[in-house]
């Protein structure tokens, strides 16, 4: 799994590449971290379209940085699932939680 991060204006993508699993807590969790402290962000991307598997421990990470974000006002959004992707969130109801585009 690959991790970027970029911020232009108000926006911080977070890029995911490979399998977001358990793998991966730590890389993701400090990006999420990261855009969550800048003081000028007030959207978090979270950019799905790279992301070939996704599984339970996935879901919750994505839960904990919506939590995160929300302390400090920000929201989090989910970008360009692939569409095995996209089946898990609605399988899993996300799109109740979030905004997916």
Known sequence: MNVSTSTRDT???IRLQGRFDFSVHR???EA?????????VREIEIDLSAVSYMDSSALGMLLL???NAATERKTVVLVRPAENVRQVLEVANFHKLFTIR
Do not use: D, G, I, L
């Open 11 to 13: 926006v911080a993508t």
């Open 27 to 29: 890389e993701f969790r």
């Open 32 to 40: 999420v971290k990261s855009a969550v402290s800048a003081s000028a």
């Open 65 to 67: 940085s919506r939590e």
